[in-house]
């Protein structure tokens, strides 16, 4: 893992691919990290540069400085921020789970940005998202509510239940994935409290909306990348390809978590859209 900094502290990040390919930014969900997208990676096409950042909600190892503003929109400005830390333009974003990168458009910060793929997220008025969504909100009041729902995470049987993944994941979520997203959390209590400090975001449902809204302002090539699941509503997958433009695919016996659950199917349409993408480039001058 590399690592770099921002103003809100250091963040690490996976850098892989090809050094000199069109940037591609894999983010992941609330309480994980790049290891979401341990099963998918290994499929994707050559010649593309694929950054993983490990934002600070939950699965990070590097407790962020305490004056740290780690809200939802803080947080979206910490991802800006790498972005401008690396220096990464004409950048190929990739959503899932966590909302507040739809908002970048929002805030005046997605002039890095050349193209989105948005799998199953947060968005319009589902802050946080569905009943899996509330339990996390309900579970992350104290440091110790957080370690006591981190160490329950890692127990397969338990995990496996509707009101914790067994809404976000079709299949079982690997062990070691798990162990990868829990393990920062349950050593270490700052980085509990960076999450914490993102709980605590008041969600004001008008706001989000119109915050969604926005993405109509946004001019780069879009693909929604969703599945039938009951967490993140196929109504709003309809509407962020109406909005953006964009093409909306599903991928089939999938939940929230695609990439884990059809990384084949993930990697092939996430491929498709990129080397579409590649073409259309204008020749170097």
């Known amino acids: 893992m590399r690592s770099v900094d921002v103003a809100a502290g250091t963040l690490e990040y996976l850098d892989a691919g090809d050094p000199a390919g069109p940037p591609v930014v894999l983010l992941h969900g609330l309480l994980m990290n790049e290891s ?13 540069r694929y950054v993983l950042p490990v ?32 220096d990464l333009t004409d950048v190929t974003l990739v959503v899932t789970d966590w909302g507040g990168p739809i908002f970048l458009t929002d805030l005046g910060r997605d002039d890095r940005v050349g193209r989105m793929v948005i799998c199953p997220s947060e968005a319009f008025d589902n802050f946080p998202p569905g009943l899996p969504g509330k339990v996390v909100w309900a579970g992350t009041r104290t440091t110790g509510t957080v370690k006591l729902a981190l160490q329950q995470m890692r127990i397969g049987w338990l995990r496996n239940r509707f009101f ?20 920062p959390g349950i050593a270490d209590v700052r980085i509990r409290r960076d999450l914490l400090k993102y709980s605590r975001t008041k969600m004001v449902k008008h706001d989000l909306i119109r915050a969604t809204e926005r993405l109509a302002d946004f001019d780069g090539d879009v693909l929604v990348l969703w599945s039938h699941n009951r967490v993140m509503p196929q109504a709003h997958a309809s509407r962020l390809a109406e909005l953006t433009g964009g093409t909306l695919r599903y991928v089939d016996d999938a939940k929230v978590l695609i990439m884990l659950d059809q990384p084949e199917q993930t990697a092939r349409e996430i491929g498709a859209f990129l080397t579409a993408s590649r073409e259309k480039r204008p020749l170097a001058t």
């Open 36 to 48: 979401q997208w341990s099963r998918a990676l290994p499929l994707l096409p050559e010649g593309f």
């Open 164 to 183: 914790m993944w067994g809404m976000m994941a079709a299949k079982p979520i690997p062990q070691d994935v798990m162990e990868a997203w829990t393990a």
């Open 55 to 86: 934002l600070p909600i939950g699965g990070h190892q590097r407790p962020m400085n305490d004056d740290a503003d780690l809200t939802m929109p803080g947080m979206v400005h910490i991802l800006a921020d790498f972005l401008d830390a690396l």
